[in-house]
């Protein structure tokens, strides 16, 4: 089946979207953006594929769902639209970005330029109806974004995969580690960094050494 996605994506993983799994998706998510409200907006479900080519991806960051709340969404795990609330987990994750590196906190929680930078934002569930956090698992987009990763693991090196919480981790368990680095801990959300393993973890130094003496450029948190 068709699927618009950015072109460097598009040919590896048509034969996914050829799979029954998917097409049967696609019509469930279909007939959920004719019934409900649901988000991110229809043509920000692929943003972090087309803000960030397979070509340039140097590091990957699994999410669970989207945001569900009215304007938060924006296709990119973790991040939030230009004039959106930062969320709790966001927060977190600035003010270790704050801590590790010494980076301001910014206004925005717009995590665009990251992607752009080659960093992949990859939530697990790429659709979420409105105000129903999960609503919209176990319809098959796990099963397409764990392609997506063991893509990522297969065809490239030295990739930099950021697991926070336990469900990531999970999901991680198709990486090649020996080809990659991986990086885990806690949860950034509040709840999980309470209890420690979030905070003080250097993720983001971390990562720019890793590519740093692999001759590849850092990321500009």
Known sequence: MKVVIAESWQK????EFDQPYFVKLA????DEYSTQRVYPP???IFNAFDKCSFDDTRVVILGQD???GEGQANGLAFSVADGITKPPSLINIFKELQDDLGKPIPKSGNLERWA???VMLLNATLTV???QAGSHQGKGWETFTDAVIKLISDEKEHVVFLLWGAYAQKKGAVI??????VLTSKHPSPMAAQWGGWFGNKHFSQANEYLTSKGLAPIEW
Request: hydrophobic share 30%; proline share 4%; glycine share 12%.
């Open 12 to 15: 590896r993983l048509q034969a």
């Open 27 to 30: 019509q469930f998510v279909r």
């Open 42 to 44: 229809g043509k920000l």
């Open 66 to 68: 989207p945001y569900h």
């Open 116 to 118: 752009e930078q080659g």
């Open 129 to 131: 109806r409105a105000g």
């Open 176 to 181: 090649d580690a020996q080809k990659h680095l």
